[in-house]
């Protein structure tokens, strides 16, 4: 029992560490009827909605199947990870980068594994890791801060695309060059591998995932989506309903409460604004290494109106340190489970491209 209750803390570390900050400012701001102004349900609706379809998508192996498709077609070992990692890039504008790595990453280890070039590995699962963070940037539904930003603030959709689309080409060209010059083209060849998909459920999927979009998008009305997409997913999947990241949503719900909470302290309010008036964006960033990307969004837009600094920041601020995005931490966990006795090397190796990314992208942000 108590070895569960570690393994659930470990695999959820963010989400206790919401949960405790969520107690802590609760006691010094009691609850009472301002909470319920606290919680966007909105993103919340949105970020089940996403997460359960693309859980429904991966059950029936779609995901796999199209990426093991293009790696297919490459024959060497350099454009097999620039495939592998712009599959992670695009899949996370559409599934979100979390989803993205969960999965992509084991595609990448069964390439590697199987074509006998696993010495590759620590650098194509930190280059994925990368290209989720990163790639998400550029559409709202990208990442759960995108998600949340665009709803709390009413970001026109092309103004969002506006704003993120210099940071985003940046790290197109930085991660092609970092594949380029890092991965030699040795020759590799991959098995054949048999699958077919249930037609009808992949309809239905693609069209639930359309919706769920048309949601993001604001189309549509969220609560739709909360009614068609769970009662669709009873009929033809109810493992997806069980597979969706939970703890994720309700990481969502704690941080709420706490930034909520914090922007009701006069002198968190008042230091918190003083230092976003500073530089929204170096301080976003900096937050980011400390506290992670989601809750610096969520506690972060309590203090400020400039939306556009506070959005390139906590995205570009989720590279950096591992605890910068849940996202590394998935990577993390991946590449430890399947190389232990390696996570000194692998963290070294993550800090020096995560922190020459971090560095030359800040630095670019500050001169345009």
Request: hydrophobic residues 55%; proline residues 4%; aromatic residues 14%.
């Amino acid at each position: 029992m108590q070895n569960q209750f570690i393994y659930f803390v470990r695999k959820n570390a963010v989400m206790c560490i919401a949960l405790i900050a969520a107690i802590v400012t609760g006691i010094i701001i009691p609850p009472d009827k301002e909470y319920l102004g606290y919680f966007d349900f909105r993103t919340l609706t949105c970020l089940f909605c996403v997460l359960a379809v693309v859980c429904a998508l991966k059950n029936i192996r779609f995901f796999y199947m199209l990426a093991r498709r293009v790696v297919q077609v490459f024959k060497n070992a350099r454009m097999s990870v620039l495939a592998l990692v712009y599959i992670t890039f695009i899949g996370s504008m559409l599934i979100a980068n979390d989803m993205a790595l969960i999965t992509f990453l084991p595609l990448g280890y069964l390439v590697l594994d199987s074509t006998g070039m696993k010495k590759h590995m620590a650098f194509t699962f930190i280059m994925q890791n990368i290209a989720a963070n990163l790639g998400g940037m550029l559409t709202p539904f990208g990442n759960p801060q995108n998600l949340y930003l665009y709803s709390n603030y009413g970001i026109p959709t092309m103004e969002f695309i506006g704003i993120m689309l210099p940071p985003f080409l940046l790290a197109v060209a930085l991660i092609t060059l970092c594949c380029i010059v890092f991965v030699k083209a040795e020759p590799l060849s991959l098995s054949d591998e048999k699958m077919k998909l249930n037609p009808r459920r992949t309809v239905v999927y693609l069209m639930l995932f359309a919706l769920s979009i048309v949601i993001v998008f604001r189309g549509i009305p969220y609560w739709i989506g909360l009614i068609v997409i769970p009662l669709a997913l009873l009929k033809l999947d109810r493992r997806a309903l069980k597979m969706v990241d939970y703890p994720l949503l309700l990481t969502f719900v704690f941080f709420f409460i706490f930034s909520g909470n914090m922007a009701r302290i006069d002198v968190v309010r008042d230091l918190f604004s003083f230092l976003l008036q500073k530089s929204t964006l170096l301080f976003s960033i900096l937050s980011c290494q400390v506290i992670s990307n989601v809750p610096s969004a969520i506690l972060l837009s309590q203090f400020t109106e400039n939306y556009a600094d506070l959005l390139v920041g906590v995205n570009i601020g989720g590279v950096g340190t591992l605890i910068s995005s849940l996202a590394s931490l998935i990577t993390f966990r991946d590449y430890v489970r399947h190389n232990p006795g390696k996570a000194g090397s692998y963290i070294l190796k993550f800090s020096l491209f995560n922190f020459g990314f971090l560095i030359i992208m800040t630095a670019f942000m500050m001169l345009i």
